[in-house]
């Protein structure tokens, strides 16, 4: 029987011809981080990018971090969830996130970083016997320093951030070597092309990436916050603009339920608790039944056309009306099949005019909920931060001659992509934009290869022996400083 590679030591030398070095690939995002070793298909160490706040027993105690599925999701007692990521995926708690990329790399991949001999309770000194100086223990402690790092960075990051990075692994982890590489830009291997034009639809941001000759062309970086949150609050908009209102209760708060009619009011019994969670702990397990929805009944007009488009008097939207519904059970088990509503919530995403809005409700309900100036979760999109505009903005800003070149290599990644009918939309408006160039769309129909693209980008690049001359080393890091990062990694 074939032995199997364990999942928790980095591949053997033999297996990659040599060429490989153990290196580790680390890609934060705003909703997940991905860790894995260079040269494998898929990371190892998937994480939420979320993570718990517990706070100390007293004024004076120290908070409790909680990282990982299995904590989050854990209704404690006034447990906080936070992102250390902000809207535009960059990093805003540099403290957190490097304990949370630490969790992300040591909870699955390398052994957890030593405690100290003299303090681990096994040493226990016994008259005075214990005395030796442990000076240098904090070099030879670090979690990372027989492993080169390969870290993702989004197109638009600032010099600030990405010494930071260097920062973190060379003195808090003690890296041997480190390289820091764009999204973009390892999307674009990971599609095996070195010219491409990345569309990366995540979680709070869709970016258009140009990428030439295997760099970017930063005059041609555009992105918006039309994605997957925008999509998770245009169902909330809908659920809570149905008659009568929908409730988005979360699992957690459901302790039973009973089986009702499709459209009839759930029938279940609910959890109390003494010191409930934090408010925010409730909106993310609410997210999560928002995610659940995109997967299983959202949907995407093909095309041709917008959805508020058509002809002979009839509109895309009246076509819609007339497809199959799809069935949806909430967790206290009111369910509904969903029609044409299932189209509008992700329209806004191509079309703003669109898109679901505080003003457009209150004037389809004929009522005034609230001042939708006052709504800063639900402000009304431009046309600008729609997709086919940005790419239209994308290309306007880079060199004509290259536009043809990009146009033959669209690649499409993120995990928001992957909704149903995304990339058949994505291509009739590509081709409704520009007729004339050939468009060549590629977006893998593996789930794992869209979701992950930019670390398996990593991973191959990691891997490679020729790409090994390019690492920073520590040697070089200690002679020139954070600042070598803008030099070398461009």
Same mark, same amino acid.
């Given at each position: 029987m074939a032995a199997t590679q364990s999942t928790s030591m980095p591949p053997s030398n033999v297996e990659y011809g040599g060429d490989e070095i153990s290196a580790l690939v680390l890609d934060p995002g705003y909703s997940s981080t991905r860790a894995g070793f260079a040269g494998e298909d898929v990371p190892k160490s998937v994480v939420p990018s979320t993570y718990g706040v517990l706070?100390?027993?007293?004024?004076?105690?120290?908070p409790r971090y909680l990282f990982g599925d299995n904590s989050i999701h854990n209704p404690l007692p006034k447990l906080e969830i936070r992102n250390p990521m902000s809207k535009d995926s960059t990093v805003e708690d540099w403290d957190t996130a490097t304990k949370l990329?630490?969790?992300? $790399? !040591?909870?699955?991949? !390398?052994? !957890?970083?030593?405690?100290?001999?003299a303090t681990n309770g096994l040493n226990d000194p016994q008259n005075g016997d214990l005395d030796a100086d442990m000076e240098g223990m904090d070099e030879r402690e670090k979690p990372l320093d027989?492993?080169? +790092? +390969?870290?993702t960075e989004p197109g638009w990051a600032t010099g600030k951030s990405r010494e930071k990075g260097i920062q973190i692994a060379m003195e808090d982890w003690g890296c041997p070597a480190y390289w820091l590489a764009r999204n973009g830009v390892l999307a674009a291997f990971a599609g095996g092309k070195a010219s491409a034009l990345v569309i990366d639809v995540g979680a709070a941001n869709v970016s258009v990436t140009p990428v030439h000759d295997g760099l970017i062309l930063k005059k041609g970086v555009m992105r918006s916050p039309l994605a997957g949150n925008f999509v998770s609050q245009q169902i909330r908009l809908?659920?809570?603009s149905s008659q009568p209102a929908v409730a988005l209760t979360p699992h957690y708060l459901i302790s039973s339920k009973s089986a009702v009619d499709a459209g009839a009011p759930s029938s279940a019994t609910y959890r109390t608790f003494s010191t409930p969670?934090?408010?925010?702990?409730?909106?993310?397990?609410?997210?999560? $039944? +928002? !995610?659940?929805?995109? @997967?299983?009944?959202?949907? $995407?007009?093909?095309?041709?056309?917008? +959805?508020?488009?058509?002809q002979a008097g009839t509109t895309n939207e009246d076509v819609v009306k007339t497809l199959p519904g799809r069935p949806f059970e909430m967790p206290d088990g009111w369910n509904q099949v969903f029609g044409a509503e299932r189209f509008k919530v992700v329209e806004g995403m191509f079309d703003a005019k669109m898109a679901l809005t505080v003003l457009s409700l209150c004037r389809s309900l004929k009522t005034l909920l609230m001042n939708p100036a006052q709504d800063p979760d639900t402000p009304a999109p431009q046309q600008s931060q729609t997709i086919p505009a940005l790419i239209q903005a994308s290309l306007?800003?880079?060199d004509v001659d290259v536009r043809p070149h990009l146009l033959g290599n669209v690649v499409v990644t993120g995990g928001t992509s992957l909704l149903y009918g995304f990339? @058949?939309?994505?291509?009739?408006?590509?081709?409704?934009?520009f007729p004339g160039p050939r468009v060549r769309l590629s977006a893998p129909g593996n789930t794992a290869e869209r979701r992950f693209a930019s670390w398996i980008g990593g991973s191959i690049l990691g891997s490679l022996g020729t790409f090994h001359q390019m690492w920073i080393s520590k040697k070089e890091y200690e002679e020139h400083g954070p600042n070598i $990062?803008?030099?070398?990694?461009?």
């Open positions: 706070p100390g027993a007293d004024e004076s105690s120290e990329w630490e969790y992300a $790399v !040591t909870s699955r991949l !390398t052994n !957890t970083r030593p405690s100290n001999p027989e492993h080169p +790092l +390969l870290m809908l659920l809570t969670p934090h408010e925010s702990f409730r909106q993310n397990e609410e997210d999560r $039944v +928002l !995610t659940e929805f995109k @997967e299983s009944v959202v949907q $995407v007009w093909g095309g041709p056309g917008k +959805l508020s488009s058509g306007s800003a880079v990339t @058949e939309r994505l291509n009739a408006e590509l081709l409704a934009l $990062v803008e030099k070398r990694c461009k």
